[in-house]
């Protein structure tokens, strides 16, 4: 009797062990993972692409003669959830920058900009090698947008499992600066549906 409860004790102990341990594998980065019906990394590379795509294919960039200069100017979370929206941000205004087609201003740096002309200027530097003070480019189009988001749930009735749909919108605007004007706006969803049991991890 006794053996056999060490017995069934050590095969309960090694298989709780076993479910403990951890598992590690690479992810492509343009693989979907997907775990539940929440946001995941493989969504901000598809709306990056359809919003860049939209973006350079629809008028003004589409007719444009040279290189029109953009700036970013964020994306605002609407939804419950704490999403990185400035990875969305900097990653369109780095496919953007790739594509060539347009120039961006670099909004996140002008602090640092503006001390280094400032420690140029100070005293220190060359005058010979000092940049050139209001030289900087003034954007002509301002990206702007927002993240929104809907979680519907399943009506409560007897089932076996429970259905949640998750809706995420991100909506841009192209804003010509000197007009105030919207030149361009578009939108793309994510829509996910997961179902889960009522009884388990």
């Not at 200069?69 to 941000?89: F, K, P, Q």
């Not at 050139?132 to 007897?158: D, H």
């Amino acid at each position: 009797m006794k053996k056999r409860l060490l017995f069934w004790g050590g095969l309960f102990l090694l298989l709780f062990l076993a479910g403990c341990s951890v598992t590690t594998r690479e992810v492509a980065p343009d693989e979907k993972v997907i775990y539940d019906e929440g946001y995941h990394f493989s969504d901000k590379k598809a709306i990056v692409d359809d919003m860049v795509h939209s973006l350079l294919s629809n008028h003004p960039l589409v007719r444009a003669t040279g290189r029109p200069v953009l700036i970013v100017y964020g994306i605002a979370n609407r939804t419950s959830e704490h999403i990185s929206t400035s990875g969305i941000s900097d990653d369109i205004r780095q496919t953007l920058v790739q594509s060539g087609r347009v120039r961006m201003i670099n909004e996140t740096q002008r602090k640092n900009i503006e001390a280094e002309t400032s420690y140029q200027y100070g005293g220190n530097v060359a005058a010979e090698t000092r940049i050139q003070k209001a030289k900087q480019v003034g954007a002509s189009y301002m990206l702007t947008g927002t993240l929104r988001s809907i979680r519907k749930k399943e009506e409560p009735q007897f089932r076996l499992t429970k259905h949640t749909l998750q809706y995420y919108s991100l909506n841009m605007e192209l804003t010509d600066i000197e007009s105030g004007l919207i030149e361009w706006a578009d939108s793309t969803e994510v829509i996910r549906e997961a179902s889960k049991p009522f009884i388990g991890w």
